[in-house]
């Protein structure tokens, strides 16, 4: 059966290679990206092979992660999978307009709102994916609040995938299971994406590493199995979060902080 999956990040590296690998399968790939020559590109190329719509939208901002949800929500009154994929290591701009860290912003913020926003059109077995890292350290809520800004760039990248691990840990115990479920993974280490190629000037291994993982838990593990759960894909297996992670107090201040920045109830 063919499912409708969104995609951040679609348009390069892992994003892409997995829009590529859904689409021959004859899945309907909405495939998100910020720079639009990428995404006609894109489209071009899967059009032969298959369905795919593109949605145009820089995640740094709130409008935009907004516009981007209705957009969906005005195509769609169902998507079966969300891919938040999308992320940001290495920048010169690491404020955004609204005096935040764009790190932060990309990596933890912007797939939280989308995930909120997008929730009632993946009600009834739907899957969020969130793609997170084996780079791990607990998240200084002042940095996340915009209030520290010190971090580099590791350290910034380090704290929003585990802030994006903990809320998509927190949020499969608050969402029923059968309506919708929240997997965390690390795609694996040192890919060969932009990302890795910028930060660390080296070619990386394959991206279809990375890819052949986010196919696996769109489409083939029971879902009643996974919610709640982090996928390690350098062991090849879910393992235990980083502590942090099951600290219900510190995963309480974190979506509390999240929702006060975002401006939600």
């Known amino acids: 059966m063919s499912k409708t999956i969104l995609i951040t990040g679609a348009t390069d590296g892992i994003g892409l290679e997995t829009s ?5 399968r004859g899945h309907i790939i909405l495939a998100h990206g910020r720079n639009e020559e990428k995404l006609d590109k894109l489209k071009k190329e899967l059009a032969t092979t298959g369905r795919i719509e593109t949605y145009l939208a820089d995640l740094s901002s709130k409008d935009a992660v907004l516009y981007l949800a209705k957009e969906v929500a005005k195509n769609h009154s169902s998507i079966n999978v969300l891919i938040n994929n999308a992320a940001v290591l290495k920048t010169s701009d690491v404020m955004t307009t609204d005096g935040l860290d764009v790190r932060f912003v990309v990596n933890t913020l912007a797939p939280y709102l989308l995930t909120k926003k997008l929730l009632p059109l993946l009600k009834g077995s739907g899957r969020v994916i969130n793609v997170a890292s084996a780079a791990q ?10 209030k520290k800004l010190s971090l580099n760039d590791m350290e910034a990248y380090s704290q929003s995938k585990l802030a994006l691990i903990m809320w998509s840990t927190t949020m499969s115990k608050q969402v029923n299971p059968n309506e919708t479920i929240f997997v965390s993974v ?3 280490s040192l890919l060969g994406t932009k990302m890795v190629r910028d930060a660390f000037n080296i070619e990386g291994k394959s991206i279809s590493i990375g890819a052949n993982i986010l196919v696996k838990l769109a489409l083939h593990y029971k879902s009643n199995t996974i919610s709640g759960k982090y996928f390690d894909n350098d062991l090849n297996q879910f393992r235990i979060h ?3 992670a099951l600290d219900k107090q510190k995963c309480h201040d974190l979506l509390k902080t999240m929702n006060d920045i975002l401006k939600l109830s």
Request: no cysteine; aromatic share 4%; proline share 10%.
């Open 20 to 24: 590529k690998k859904l689409s021959q």
């Open 137 to 146: 350290a607990s998240v200084n809520f002042h940095a996340l609040s915009g």
């Open 186 to 188: 690390n795609p694996g």
């Open 242 to 244: 980083h502590p942090d």
